[in-house]
């Protein structure tokens, strides 16, 4: 009996009079009467509807397809503002705040959106700013196809008198893989990966380390590429064609470029150009190189330990602090009887400009001390060694973990000298 009640919400009298008088029909009149001051009336329900139906609404530009029925008004927007908007527009169909909040949530699908920074500008119907922009479109394209063009010309007609390579930096790929949800919040050590591509015979040779031995910069992309021409240069090669991208601290700095003059002075080759393509457009064949060396293994594959040379400290004394015009030039050659030239474009005449001080002569590689880059390993943080130290618990192999053992070693080192320098400061 009390869930019955419970159910359909009526009291034990309602129901005892209800059985008493079964023959006759007891409405329910709740709800249904004119004494009720507060009730809103429809006029004004109407003109709230109205209102918000006509407010400015835009769809979501992200996901139309999931939230077609969704609307947004502007992130500054908030529903205070449009009901003391619809009060001022209205006056003698005032609302209460609350009623209007309880309509604009459950009748309708709107919301306000958050603050945009990445704007997608919509043109106006003017044909002729839609006329330039796709000129200058087309333009930017084409220039961007030159580049892509004189490599493929180089690869599919070879000389047997030229090298043509490209050369990159893949991602830094973090160290080490445990597959732990530690790895997303703490620091790890990264592996550093330079590639030199053969764009004739696709060969593809790569130059692995970890950050803790060497850095990013003009040393290490110069060391990489001397020892490369030293393995891979045939004797009838007198031309390098270099393809790479615009990277200024690696590959379009003034250490590079006299590097590559300093080979033409060395009689290495007769002739060197570097082409740089439109920036966003530097898709190259060494991209491919990286997931190729991920699926392959070739067993004819050799490994040599490389020294980085501080090419830097050599020609810093001779080469000019700045090079105006490097980056905007597209093309850079360099010639064993002349001096160095560029042109801000793949086609043209190319300009002479100065690369060396004044009195300063052209170098020469050749015969050179140069000093080692690094006399040691390079220190890490003391936070991320303690991170990396932490992942490499969860290595399952105990040889995997063997990998790591230089940089503890090195950590033991560098406390061992501080406290033996500090031991000197207090004695003294």
């Not at 980056?327 to 010639?335: D, E, G, N, Q, T």
């Not at 992942?391 to 063997?402: A, D, F, G, M």
């Amino acid at each position: 009996m009390n869930a019955f009640l419970a159910i359909h919400g009526i009291g034990r009298d309602r129901l005892r009079r209800k059985i008493q008088d079964f023959d006759v029909d007891v409405q329910d009149n709740r709800g249904k009467h004119n004494s009720r001051p507060n009730r809103t009336k429809s006029e004004t329900l109407d003109k709230v509807h109205d209102y918000i139906k006509n407010l400015p609404c835009r769809e979501s530009h992200y996901s139309r397809s999931q939230n077609k029925y969704r609307k947004y008004l502007p992130s500054e927007c908030t529903v205070i503002d449009l009901h003391r908007k619809y009060s001022e527009d209205n006056p003698e169909y005032t609302i209460s705040y609350g009623r209007f909040l309880k309509i604009f949530n459950e009748d309708y699908n709107i919301s306000f959106g958050y603050p945009r920074k990445d704007i997608c500008v919509k043109l106006q119907n003017d044909d002729q700013q839609v006329r330039e922009l796709n000129l200058q479109k087309e333009i930017h394209i084409r220039k961007a196809e030159v580049f892509y063009t004189l490599m493929k010309e180089k690869r599919d007609n070879p000389k047997p008198d030229e090298m043509v390579i490209c050369f990159d930096y893949q991602k830094n790929l973090p160290l080490p893989v445990t597959n732990i949800k530690d790895e997303y919040y703490l620091r790890q050590l990264w592996l550093h990966n330079f590639c030199i591509n053969n764009i004739v015979t696709n060969c593809a040779t790569m130059y692995l380390y970890t950050e803790n031995y060497a850095g990013k910069g003009p040393n290490e992309v110069i060391s990489c590429l001397n020892h490369f021409i030293k393995k891979k240069k045939n004797q009838g090669m007198v031309k390098l064609s270099i393809f790479c991208d615009n990277c200024f601290s690696q590959n379009k700095n003034r250490y590079l470029f006299s590097y590559l003059d300093s080979l033409c002075s060395d009689g290495i080759f007769n002739e060197i150009v570097v082409y740089y393509p439109i920036p966003g457009h530097s898709m190259m064949p060494v991209d491919r190189c990286f997931v190729q060396k991920c699926l392959t293994k070739n067993e004819n594959d050799v490994t040599d330990v490389l020294t980085v040379l501080n090419y830097k400290q050599l020609y810093a004394p001779i080469v000019k602090t700045s090079v105006p015009g490097i980056s905007k030039c597209r093309s850079v050659m360099f010639s064993k009887y002349g001096k160095p030239k560029m042109r801000e474009s793949m086609t043209g005449e190319y300009d002479t400009f100065s690369l060396y001080k004044v009195g300063k002569t052209r170098p020469h590689c050749n015969g050179q001390n140069i000093n080692n880059a690094y006399t040691g390993q390079i220190k890490l943080k003391k936070l991320k060694l303690d991170n990396v130290k932490h992942l490499v618990q969860h290595i399952e192999t105990e040889e995997n973990r063997k990998f790591y053992d230089v940089l503890w070693k090195e950590d033991v080192a560098s406390q061992e000298e501080s406290e033996e320098q500090s031991d000197v400061d207090e004695y003294e």
